[in-house]
């Protein structure tokens, strides 16, 4: 995983706008206020609402 701290703390979630935090996997960032998995392909997140998958 590329994803180095300092982007993660400056990353939100696009539809709250709240915390995102790694997934479990390492393949997604978690947002727990919707429930929602943000896609990492080739190490870039995929912050797009459409995109994102249920928990």
């Given at each position: 995983?590329?994803l180095?701290?300092?982007?993660?703390?400056?990353l939100?979630?696009p539809?709250?706008?709240?915390?995102i935090?790694?997934?479990?996997?390492?393949?997604?960032?978690a947002c727990d206020?919707c429930?929602?998995?943000y896609?990492?392909k080739?190490?870039?997140p995929?912050?797009?609402i459409?995109e994102?998958r249920?928990?």
């Amino acid at each position: 995983m590329a994803l180095n701290k300092e982007l993660l703390d400056i990353l939100a979630c696009p539809k709250c706008k709240g915390d995102i935090h790694l997934n479990e996997k390492g393949d997604g960032l978690a947002c727990d206020n919707c429930r929602l998995i943000y896609e990492i392909k080739d190490d870039i997140p995929i912050m797009l609402i459409d995109e994102a998958r249920p928990f």
